[in-house]
């Protein structure tokens, strides 16, 4: 009976008609016009093509035609060549009702010019940077008929044992909002959708393993990881993906609370929301169906309007309805939806139906100038700089003679990263050839070993390498994660330098000759072993399609890193998932207390914090300034701060602002990232710099979901990372 009564309450919220008014929220006006449309559209449609419009299927070479003939198919992903995406379009718009497909791709940092993955497009703490990053890759893509991205990720993730960290924005909600809103409007900009994913939780997996339970609270969930998803649909992004995992033991993809209380009722959304691949299915493997048909059912009826690549709406769909067992007009819902976005994107419209792919044109759209320059622009602006004892960095002057060290300097996979999408490796400037070239110009001789392969299992090259370290004068290490450790299904157990890597560093550091650690990587890492061996540390993820020559601007002093953590990285395994908001506990820790929270074997910091980054040029930041110290509700608190470059070099500082609500009904965090800037200053130059927070942004949920502000006493913090002490104080009050 209750399960009943639950069923007809989410098909109320789930054919309720649209709300009719734009709100804060970032609810769409319906359009009368477009309704309409949709509606005549639908009335002419079968049963079968409207099951039809809600699978997405995956191209392939073997793909069959007649998909596209019988009106199967609402999106059609994995399109490689513009070639391919032409023909099948062509041929969608000649069947009946000539409905357009929406092709599809998973273009997670590009196309063919591949920029640093997502988790070092945040590091840049740089929101045009981040906006540049999206408009670049739909550039690409949409030259090539692609209209759907499928992303961004933005999954908050504290614990770097899961290995899709890497392709999202790391641990911190406002981060997460910037980057989605940049990825998102620089998508559109560039002629594509996004899809946000994945709805919600994933990247609370317990233990780290991919695809494992989630359990948050309803606090925790709002407070942290629905925000992001939040800012994506205000930036206007029409589809989102379900995600995997359970939610307190709720499969992603037959959540009805996530998907028609949250984002239907909540957020008044009206877009596509489809599962992951072959979720659908899944739902057995989960423990709560009993078949495909019972798949189909709840999946359908928990809101998921298409079915990523199981085949199962397009099995069970219309006999489900025909037996009685799912309302018709919950699969017109779903179709109209698609239709929705469809339109949206001006698929239908007469000029872009006539529209040929231009193969000329798509050619000329790939790894343009301009693009290249641009993914080298992020490049540098995503490495971080976590240490550079006694300035050993920038090699400027450089020494005569200069060693490189680690497969992956001279390996183009690692540095176009996980997610290569069409990405080539001929267009990849190598690290070691940029070093070797440029600073062959002036004369320093670079030598290169492997030492071992990209992961390092074996130590046979070992003296190869020591002999060519020996022989230089400075060590350039490339040590890390190779590009396939990184990504989904890559769950780690151990967080150091993978397999035999820490002993060929140490048998570098052993050397006595100094040691500069380049890291490609998909997660912060423990480097407690191999920071002590090395002067310098770059953090440089994988940095896409021109990491190598960004990597050398940065090492030969033409770039000044500027990068900051988005994540903090652990001192040992064990303490993670961390992060900087944490809470104070009864017990605070405090340098020697023996019954504070602590470990008896570890710190409980982190190596290095989030929102840490290190320049070649030194700023100082004044004491915040409130432009008032009391706000009101609907009010925002304004901080002024004068940042100065009092180093001699051109450089850029990340200006972050954090909050702590000092007294509240629950327990707050010690530290929550409310705003951040980026200014760029000449060696000397200062700058005043405003930060702005709503005051309405201050507040936190309880667990019914209800939001509020709670009037009192705010600390805030301006500096350079989530450990400044540099503060002052607001009252918020009724
Ligand atoms: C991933 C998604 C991705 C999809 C399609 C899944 O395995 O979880 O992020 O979009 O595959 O490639």
Not at 288 to 294: H, I, Q
Request: with cysteine.
């Amino acid at each position: 009976m209750k399960a009943i009564a639950r069923t007809l309450a989410a098909l109320a919220l789930l054919l309720a008609p649209i709300a009719v008014c734009a709100d804060d929220a970032g609810r769409r006006t319906p359009d009368p016009v477009l309704e309409a449309k949709i509606a005549d559209l639908l009335s002419r449609m079968s049963l079968e093509e409207k099951v039809g419009q809600m699978f997405l299927g995956g191209w392939s070479p073997e793909f069959d035609m007649r998909e596209v003939d019988d009106g199967s198919l609402g999106i059609l992903s994995n399109m490689d060549e513009a070639a391919t995406t032409a023909k099948i379009r062509d041929r969608a718009h000649g069947v009946r009702h000539g409905i357009p497909l929406l092709f599809s791709r998973d273009l997670i940092h590009g196309y063919r010019t591949l920029f640093p993955m997502p988790l070092g497009i945040a590091a840049t703490f740089d929101a045009e940077a981040m906006f540049t990053a999206g408009l670049h890759t739909a550039k690409e893509g949409s030259a090539q008929g692609l209209s759907l991205n499928l992303g961004p990720m933005l999954d908050l993730s504290r614990d770097a044992r899961w290995g899709r960290v890497v392709e999202g924005p790391g641990e911190d909600p406002h981060l997460a909002k910037v980057f989605a809103g940049a990825m998102v409007r620089g998508l559109s900009a560039g002629g594509m959708a996004a899809t946000l994913k994945h709805f919600v939780g994933y990247g609370a997996a317990e233990s780290g393993r991919d695809y494992n339970a989630v359990d948050l609270s309803e606090s925790r969930l709002r407070d942290l990881y629905l925000p992001p998803f939040k800012a994506g649909i205000e930036a206007g992004a029409q589809v989102v993906m379900a995600a995997f995992n359970t939610l307190n033991g709720v499969p992603g993809t037959g959540n009805p609370h996530t998907l028609i209380d949250i984002l239907r009722r909540d957020w008044g959304f009206d877009g596509i929301v489809m599962s992951d691949w072959d979720a659908v299915r899944e739902l057995i493997a989960h423990g709560v169906a009993a078949d495909e048909r019972e798949a189909v059912e709840k999946a359908v009826m928990a809101g998921v309007d298409m079915d990523m690549a199981s085949g199962l709406y397009r099995q069970h769909l219309v006999s489900l309805v025909r037996d009685g067992r799912l309302p018709l007009a919950r699969i017109d819902e779903a179709a109209s939806r698609v239709l929705r976005v469809k339109f949206r994107l001006g698929l239908f419209d007469e000029a872009e139906k006539a529209r040929r792919i231009d193969m000329k044109a798509a050619a000329a759209a790939l790894a343009t100038p301009e693009t290249r320059e641009a993914a080298r622009d992020v490049a540098r602006r995503s490495v971080v700089m976590l240490k550079n004892e006694g300035a050993i960095l920038p090699l400027a002057p450089a020494p005569k003679r200069v060693a490189v060290i680690g497969a992956m300097a001279a390996d183009a996979g690692d540095h176009m990263g996980a997610w290569g999408a069409l990405g080539r490796r001929d267009e990849v400037p190598l690290l070691v050839d940029e070093l070797r070239t440029r600073l062959g110009a002036t004369g320093t001789k670079v030598e290169f070993a492997a030492g071992c392969d990209d992961a390092c299992r074996s130590t046979e090259g070992f003296a190869a390498a020591e002999k060519v370290a020996k022989a230089a004068d400075l060590i350039v290490a490339v040590l890390g994660e190779p590009w396939w450790m990184t990504a989904e299904s890559t769950s780690r157990t151990r967080l150091g330098l993978p397999n035999h890597q820490q002993a060929l560093l140490d048998r570098l550091a052993a050397t006595g000759r100094p040691v500069v650690l380049v890291v490609f990587a998909g997660r912060p890492m423990v480097l407690r072993d191999a920071a002590p061996k090395v002067k310098a540390i770059l953090w440089a993820y994988s940095p896409g399609t021109m990491g190598g020559a960004a990597l050398a601007d940065i090492l030969l002093g033409e770039a000044n890193p500027s990068g900051r953590l988005p994540m903090s990285m652990p001192r040992a395994v064990g303490q993670v998932p961390i992060s900087y908001d944490r809470l104070p506990t009864g017990r605070p820790w405090k340098p020697g207390d023996e019954l504070a929270t602590r470990y008896v074997d570890e710190e409980i910091t982190p190596l290095f914090p989030f929102g840490f980054g290190l320049s070649y040029t030194r700023f100082t930041t004044t004491a915040p300034k409130p432009a008032r110290a009391t706000l009101r509700l609907g009010e925002t608190l304004e901080v002024v701060t004068t940042v100065t470059n009092t180093g001699a070099r051109r450089g850029r500082e990340s200006v972050q602002l954090y909050v702590h609500d000092v007294l509240a009904s629950r327990s707050r965090p010690r530290r929550e990232l409310k705003a951040f800037a980026m200014v760029d200053l000449a060696p000397g130059e200062s700058r005043e710099v405003r930060l702005a927070v709503p005051v309405g942004d201050l507040g936190f949920h309880d667990d019914l979901g209800r939001y509020r502000v709670e009037p009192g006493r705010f600390e805030i913090f301006v500096g350079s990372d989530s450990d400044t002490e540099n503060r002052t104080a607001v009252e918020v009050v009724e």
